[in-house]
């Protein structure tokens, strides 16, 4: 059974850094995708980094250059470091795990999810 456990979230200044973390369980991180999805208010899910397999990664315009992704995987760890936030990165962050094992933009193809960690960017 796939488990993801976000965690790291929290209120920070506008400029300031957070750094998420999923840990996963019940599949070997090199052989997955991992994406990081958020969602704010009354938006969709909007996904913000994926790392591919071959160790690729994507961002979106929105965060590319402040947001960058990385793996552990002895500790089946995936971390998402966010600097230079803006209020406008206010949302809960999930990840997740895609259906066919590449990464997409959508959250639809996404079967395995987290809970969730909320990331609030305030002064």
């Known amino acids: 059974q796939v488990q993801l456990v976000e965690s790291g979230g929290g209120l920070v200044q506008p400029g300031g850094s957070l750094r998420l973390s999923c840990v996963v369980s019940?599949?070997?991180?090199?052989?997955?995708?991992i994406g990081w999805f958020r969602q704010a208010p009354g938006k969709e899910r909007e996904g913000v980094s994926c790392?591919?397999?071959?160790?690729?990664?994507y961002y979106p315009e929105s965060v590319k250059g402040r947001f960058t992704i990385s793996r552990d995987n002895a500790k089946n760890t995936v971390y998402l470091q966010m600097n230079s936030l803006k209020p406008e990165d206010t949302a809960v962050y999930y990840c997740?795990?895609?259906?066919?094992?590449?990464?997409?933009?959508?959250?639809?193809?996404?079967?395995?999810w987290g809970q969730g960690t909320q990331v609030t960017v305030s002064s």
């Open positions: 019940g599949l070997i991180l090199d052989d997955s995708p």
């Open positions: 790392l591919d397999t071959d160790g690729t990664t």
């Open positions: 997740g795990t895609p259906l066919l094992s590449i990464c997409s933009d959508y959250g639809s193809e996404y079967e395995h």
